[in-house]
């Protein structure tokens, strides 16, 4: 048995056109909100992206989308994708690893219970998020999940620090998009 998780075309082709430093984050999230909406508009995923970059220099390392419609694969959610693509691109499982430089992952929404584990497990310091209310699920229909109630603060005793609200509006713009588009909203307990 194998399990190959791949990028869309288009996502390897504007990923190498874009800059190899975005060091303000809301151009890291400018960038992960149109990869977003771009998945949608491609048919290649969900209405989610997510990016890696070094913390404090904003080097881009990767950016990946949400896969599991495509490629059948529940987990593909664009968290796990962009931080399995990272891992295996700079040769460690581990992210927070002393020999190199923080990571910081970049998402155009609150992680799901399954990816706000593998934020903790990947070893990131930073966490960017465009929002983190309940506007996601009411305007797409997915469930996220339970989530603890004190999610940021386990993420920063962890020493992974939080950023909310990063280009909000522009995120919600998406959701409401895919919407409006009818696509296929995958939960699990779904008659779909």
Same mark, same amino acid.
């Given at each position: 048995?194998?399990?190959?998780?791949?990028?869309?075309?288009?996502?390897?082709?504007?990923?190498?056109?874009?800059?190899?430093?975005?060091?303000?984050?809301?151009?890291?999230?400018?960038?992960?909100?149109?990869?977003?909406?771009?998945?949608?508009?491609?048919?290649? =995923?969900?209405?989610?992206?997510?990016?890696?970059?070094?913390?404090?220099? $904003?080097?881009?390392?990767?950016?990946?989308?949400?896969?599991?419609?495509?490629?059948?694969?529940?987990?593909?959610?664009?968290?796990?994708?962009?931080?399995?693509?990272?891992?295996?691109?700079? $040769?460690?499982?581990?992210?927070?690893?002393?020999?190199?430089?923080?990571?910081?992952?970049?998402?155009?929404?609150?992680?799901?219970?399954?990816?706000? $584990?593998?934020?903790?497990?990947?070893?990131?310091?930073?966490?960017?998020?465009?929002?983190?209310?309940?506007?996601?699920?009411?305007?797409? =229909?997915?469930?996220?999940?339970?989530?603890?109630?004190?999610?940021?603060?386990?993420?920063?005793?962890?020493?992974?620090?939080?950023?909310?609200?990063?280009?909000?509006?522009?995120?919600?713009?998406?959701?409401?998009?895919?919407?409006?588009?009818?696509?296929?909203?995958?939960? $699990?307990?779904?008659?779909?």
């Amino acid at each position: 048995m194998d399990l190959s998780i791949s990028l869309p075309d288009w996502a390897i082709q504007e990923q190498n056109k874009l800059p190899e430093f975005l060091p303000r984050v809301e151009d890291q999230m400018r960038e992960v909100i149109r990869f977003s909406q771009w998945n949608i508009d491609h048919q290649t =995923g969900g209405p989610f992206a997510a990016g890696i970059f070094e913390r404090h220099s $904003g080097k881009r390392i990767m950016l990946g989308v949400n896969r599991v419609v495509p490629l059948g694969i529940s987990s593909a959610h664009a968290e796990i994708v962009t931080l399995s693509m990272a891992q295996r691109l700079l $040769g460690s499982w581990n992210l927070g690893d002393t020999s190199m430089p923080e990571m910081q992952l970049v998402v155009n929404w609150r992680p799901c219970a399954m990816c706000y $584990g593998a934020v903790i497990w990947s070893g990131v310091r930073s966490l960017v998020i465009a929002g983190s209310d309940d506007a996601c699920e009411s305007i797409t =229909g997915f469930d996220e999940g339970p989530i603890h109630p004190q999610w940021k603060e386990e993420l920063i005793r962890r020493g992974i620090s939080v950023q909310d609200n990063v280009l909000y509006e522009q995120a919600i713009e998406v959701f409401k998009r895919f919407r409006d588009a009818g696509y296929l909203v995958y939960n $699990g307990r779904s008659k779909e």
